[in-house]
């Protein structure tokens, strides 16, 4: 069943922008965490950004000041502004929704979107 549905990804121009968009089925609750990852061929995947439900921000060093995350009122949809694109830049971005309750957390991810940076 798929509960994340991402959209945005494609091919852009170094410096260029995109953002990336993931909405998080109503069915998911409790959620605490969204943020996206990337992974590059040949690489690891790492986290970009995150926000949690009180509004925290995290971004990886890579993409601070040129990327910004943010959400909905309602929290059930995340958003990734990317400007100022750079070829290293290019992997499949994949989103992820991290729920905490008494009974437990469960992470969520989405299906995954090409994000090309080049030439």
């Known amino acids: 069943q798929v509960q994340l549905v991402e959209s945005g990804g494609g091919l852009v121009q170094p410096g260029g922008s995109l953002r990336l968009s993931c909405a998080a089925s109503?069915?998911?609750?409790?959620?605490?965490?969204m943020g996206w990852y990337r992974q590059a061929p040949g690489k690891q995947r790492e986290l970009v950004a995150s926000?949690?439900?009180?509004?925290?921000?995290n971004y990886a060093d890579s993409v601070k000041g040129r990327f910004t995350i943010s959400r909905d009122a309602g929290k059930n949809t995340v958003y990734l502004q990317m400007n100022s694109l750079k070829p290293e830049d290019t992997a499949v971005y994949y989103c992820n929704a991290h729920t905490r309750t008494y009974s437990g957390g469960s992470d969520y991810w989405g299906q995954g979107t090409q994000v090309t940076v080049s030439s």
């Open positions: 926000i949690t439900s009180g509004g925290s921000r």
């Open positions: 109503r069915s998911i609750f409790s959620i605490n965490t």
